[in-house]
Structures are given as structure tokens and as C-alpha cells.
């Protein structure tokens, strides 16, 4: 099940900015956050997927969902300047972005290598 977040949310699932400046992952498992918006064609290409995803690797990966639109604030805490932007966070290093639609088994590959989970 993907999840939105708010900027609260946000502070409480994945990252509290208020409390740490460093990055201190607030999550159980390890987590992918799609930045889109409702107008951008590829990030409605990316949805499917990303619903797909998170029902293949549910109780193993958490799967959210921040619309830059209404987040401004957190688009620009991670750079957004091109949506889709998929952020990858493992449970114990830093997160990478990987910026573009990128197709289903790019993603299965990126939480293989980067979040060390596979199905």
C-alpha cells in the first residue's frame, strides 16, 4: 500500500529535519518516496509501478508518495527539479535519487542494490 505523506508524516516515517541534522532514518523497513505531480505524464507512467511494487515487496519495503506541488518544502529539502524523482533510503545509509520514470525492473534492481531487499 503506497502512502502519501505530509510534511508531518514525513517527520515521523522517514527523516525528523527538526530534531537531527544529520540523516537519521526514522523507518522500520527500508523505503522508496516517489516525488511527483499530478500534471507530469511520466510520474502517471510511474504510479502503476510504484502500486505494483509496493504490493510485491509489502512488510519489506515501505512505498510513499510526496506530491511537490502541495510539499513544496520537502521537494526543495531534496533538490526536486525534475519530477519523477524516486528517492531509495536503506534502513542503516545514506538515501540515493535517482531522477526520471525509470521502468519496473530498473526499480526491482535499485531496491536489490541499494536497499538490499529482493523478493
Known amino acids: ?3 502519501h505523506l505530509t510534511i508531518d508524516t514525513f517527520k515521523t516515517k522517514v527523516f ?36 505494483e511494487l509496493s504490493s510485491e515487496y509489502q512488510g519489506k519495503v515501505d512505498f510513499y508518495k510526496i506530491d511537490t506541488e502541495a510539499e513544496r518544502e ?11 524523482s524516486l528517492l531509495f533510503i536503506p534502513t542503516n545509509e545514506q538515501p540515493q535519487m535517482q531522477v526520471g520514470a525509470l ?17
Open 1 to 3: 500500500m503506497v502512502e
Open 16 to 51: 525528523n529535519f527538526e530534531a537531527n541534522k544529520d540523516w537519521k532514518f526514522e523507518g522500520q523497513n527500508p523505503a522508496v518516496i516517489d516525488f511527483y505531480a499530478d500534471w507530469c505524464g511520466p510520474c502517471k507512467m510511474v504510479a502503476p509501478i510504484i502500486e
Open 74 to 84: 520537502l521537494a526543495g529539502m531534496f533538490g526536486i527539479s525534475s519530477i519523477p
Open 103 to 119: 521502468p519496473k525492473e530498473n526499480m526491482k534492481q535499485a531496491i536489490s542494490q541499494v536497499l538490499k531487499v529482493d523478493l
